[in-house]
């Protein structure tokens, strides 16, 4: 098959697979985000998430990833709920950690994905990555036309929003080109003015030391005092600047029976989560990434809210 062929071979796949939209780039150095990212490290912006600081060079360039990368497919998957748990929850968890764990359901479709390449294509080297080694995600995504980059930092699609996980595909393989899209984030304003915290000190900009999400999941030690009563309730990540976006009142329930929750998380209370055991802490979470902060730091962000 040409180039073309494989470009649309790999498109389909992507839909059969239950992804939203694939887009293919160039896999070259990342030249316009080399100084954003030096100066965002700069900053201090990353925090106590050291790892966001190792491997410079193989996030900024896939061909250090993969020898002889010659594409970077990216993918689109949907994890928004049929139901939003947080409207009767009084303490709250992030969307995205509802159900199972994103990286083993989306890992599971990249195998199944690379397979089929390797199959109807033939021998082609690649590596597959979903937030799991040093890959500038969004950027990807952004070049190969899936969306915009936000004033939230998040990537955007105009037909869904923003609740979604970002994959890639990284091969050694010539492929038609996508393009990026243009940013329709206009005047808007709407996630940095409802950030509790100021984590989005400027348009397109994140300090990532701020963010709630940090506190409750990437910070292992106390969360500062000074923060009290800023969090709004989240105790694992959080949405609020998703959910102000105008863009996400076009997100769609997700398909994937995977990411359904525990049917006893919809009923937890205050109490129940002040008052949480091992036992029903492994039953809620079993598979889910609420597990990264082990029940110590659950029980940190829960009493560190609720007292």
């Known amino acids: 098959m040409n180039t073309s062929e494989n470009t649309q071979l790999i498109k389909s796949i992507a839909t059969e697979l239950g992804f ?7 896999a070259e150095f990342l030249e316009e985000e080399a100084p954003r990212l030096e100066q965002w ?3 201090g912006y990353a925090g106590k998430m050291n790892y966001l600081e190792r491997n410079f060079d193989q996030r900024l360039d ?7 990368a010659k594409s970077v497919i990216s993918l689109v998957y949907n994890y928004y709920p049929k139901k939003d748990l947080t409207e009767k929850s009084n303490l709250k968890i992030a969307k995205y950690a509802y159900g199972e764990d994103y990286h083993f359901v989306v890992k599971d479709k990249l195998k199944i994905f ?3 390449i390797q199959k109807e294509i033939g ?8 937030d799991s080694a040093p890959v500038h995600e969004r950027a990807w995504a952004a ?4 969306g915009w980059v936000g004033k939230n930092s998040l990537l955007l699609n105009r037909g869904l929003g923003s609740f979604f996980f970002l994959a890639e595909l990284i091969v050694d393989l010539d492929l038609d080109y996508d ?5 329709y984030c206009g005047t ?16 397109y900009v994140v300090d990532g030391s701020k963010c709630i999400s940090y506190f409750t999941i990437e910070l292992k030690e106390e969360i500062p005092v000074e923060k009290k009563g800023q969090f709004e309730n989240w105790i694992f990540g959080c949405d609020i600047c998703q959910d102000v976006c105008p863009w996400n009142r076009f997100s769609q329930p997700n398909k994937e029976s995977r990411f359904e929750p525990h049917s006893d998380l919809e009923k937890m209370k205050r109490d129940d989560w002040q008052e949480i055991t091992e036992e029903v802490f492994q039953k809620l979470f079993k598979k889910s990434a609420v597990k990264r902060t082990k029940l110590s730091g659950l029980r940190r962000n829960v009493s560190f809210i609720a007292g």
């Open 20 to 26: 939203s939209f694939c887009g293919v780039s160039k």
């Open 41 to 43: 490290l700069k900053r």
């Open 62 to 68: 896939p061909r250090l990833l993969v020898s002889d």
């Open 114 to 116: 690379m397979e089929r």
């Open 123 to 130: 021998e082609v080297n690649g590596r597959a990555f979903v």
């Open 143 to 146: 070049k190969s036309g899936l």
């Open 179 to 183: 393009g990026p899209v243009k940013d």
């Open 188 to 203: 808007c304003t709407a996630c940095m003015d409802a950030c509790p915290t100021d984590a989005i000190p400027q348009p």
